[in-house]
């Protein structure tokens, strides 16, 4: 079985300040693909950035970049110059076994002024 | 651009009542999902389906069924809907890319 652990339910940031939002994970997989999926309130989830397993380079989308570290299943955003509209529930997702993707719990990222 | 849409945004139905969900993708995907969505608990996957006609159960599939007749359309169905069965549900479709489209969700009251 796989599992995704997000630790931090909430976390806030100030407007053009820095975050870092922490995932861990598991799984018997070699290969597998990791994603960010972020759900701004009353609107639709999307893809915020997607990391390939057998990738040692981290991703980055704009402001948005992940610390990856296989061995330690660690998977970890940062938002740089974090804006109002990133506030949203962050989800750290794991593409693994049988092709179902597996969620943590979520994050609620809140942007004050 | 991606369209998936679901036939309600919120919706209210009675203990032992059969309720239908719809969700529809535009972008020719071999891939649907249903999830439920609960606070703390994140996104659980309901079913899954590969191809039309083709159904596979996922982590929580109890009390749920799904129909897929046409490539495009996913429908979940609860047989009897009970109160634990209040939640938000999602739709979402993909190809081999990986990346799923989601569509709105629908917030479900059961009372």
């Known amino acids: 079985a796989q599992t995704v652990t997000q630790s931090q339910p909430e976390m806030s940031v100030q407007e053009a300040e820095t975050v870092t939002l922490s995932c861990t994970y598991d799984t018997s997989e070699s290969d597998y693909y990791l994603f960010w999926y972020k759900q701004p309130p009353s609107r639709q989830m999307i893809l915020v950035i997607r990391q390939e397993a057998y990738k040692q380079q981290n991703a980055t989308e704009n402001r948005f970049s992940v610390n990856f570290q296989k061995a330690a299943k660690s998977f970890s955003l940062k938002i740089s110059d974090s804006q109002l509209g990133d506030a949203a529930m962050y989800f750290c997702?794991?593409?693994?076994?049988?092709?179902?993707?597996?969620f943590g719990t979520g994050t609620r990222l809140q942007v004050t002024l | 651009d991606v369209k998936v849409t679901q036939s309600s945004r919120y919706l209210v139905k009675r203990t032992g009542e059969k309720v239908f969900l719809e969700c529809v993708q535009d972008?020719?995907?071999?891939?649907m999902f249903w999830y439920r969505q609960d606070p703390g608990l994140g996104l659980r996957l309901i079913y899954f389906?590969?191809?039309?006609?083709?159904?596979e159960k996922g982590d929580i599939p109890e009390g749920y069924s799904v129909s897929r007749e046409k490539k495009e359309r996913f429908s979940l169905i609860l047989e009897s809907a009970s109160t634990n069965q209040t939640s938000m549900y999602l739709c979402?479709?993909?190809?081999?890319?990986?990346?799923?489209?989601f569509g709105p969700g629908t917030r479900l009251t059961v009372t």
């Open positions: 389906s590969y191809d039309v006609k083709m159904k």
């Open positions: 997702v794991l593409w693994g076994t049988a092709s179902k993707l597996t």
């Open positions: 972008m020719d995907h071999e891939n």
């Open positions: 979402a479709s993909n190809t081999l890319a990986y990346e799923q489209y």
